[in-house]
């Protein structure tokens, strides 16, 4: 019985010694200071950024070639995703007795107070950082839409 355990023992364990001699070979051929396989990626990004670079779309020779397609974003780094104009745009939000806030909905723009209607909702509230309108009986909160200032633009205050 001792016996058998041990051949059973001895099969289990002797792919375990040839995976060991692997690694130590392995181990042995490393260079230590290089990494060649760094090396490689590295090399292979550039070959591929340099590909993309000289690459030229055309839709009619190639209408369905997608891997080159370059998504569109806002100011803010929000993607456009084509011209919808059903979507309610925050412009401004005015802070007074009465708050207002600039609301660009179908090619439009609308001033609008607390309590009006529009795009199918009621204006809940208004605050500095846009506004809660209530759609079918939940709220949906719509930021302010900002720009980032380029160098042309200044601060307010500053001149």
Not at 49 to 68: A, G, I, Q
Request: hydrophobic share 35%.
């Amino acid at each position: 019985m001792a016996l058998i355990s041990c051949l059973f023992a001895s099969l289990k364990l002797y792919p375990m010694r040839k995976k060991w001699q692997n690694a130590v070979v392995r181990a042995q051929n490393t260079n230590i200071g290089t990494d060649k396989e760094l090396e490689n990626v590295i090399g292979f990004l550039e070959d591929r950024l340099k590909y993309r670079l000289d690459y030229e779309f055309s839709l009619e020779k190639e209408p369905m070639r997608l891997t080159n397609v370059v998504y569109l974003t806002d100011a803010s780094g929000k993607r456009i995703s084509g011209k919808r104009t059903s979507k309610i745009k925050v412009t401004h939000v005015i802070n007074g007795k009465v708050k207002y806030a600039g609301i660009y909905f179908k090619g439009q723009n609308f001033n609008v107070v607390e309590g009006d209607s529009i795009a199918g909702g009621r204006v809940k509230n208004i605050g500095k950082f846009g506004i809660t309108v209530e759609k079918q009986g939940k709220d949906v909160f719509y930021d302010v839409e900002t720009i980032p200032l380029d160098d042309q633009q200044t601060k307010l205050g500053d001149k």
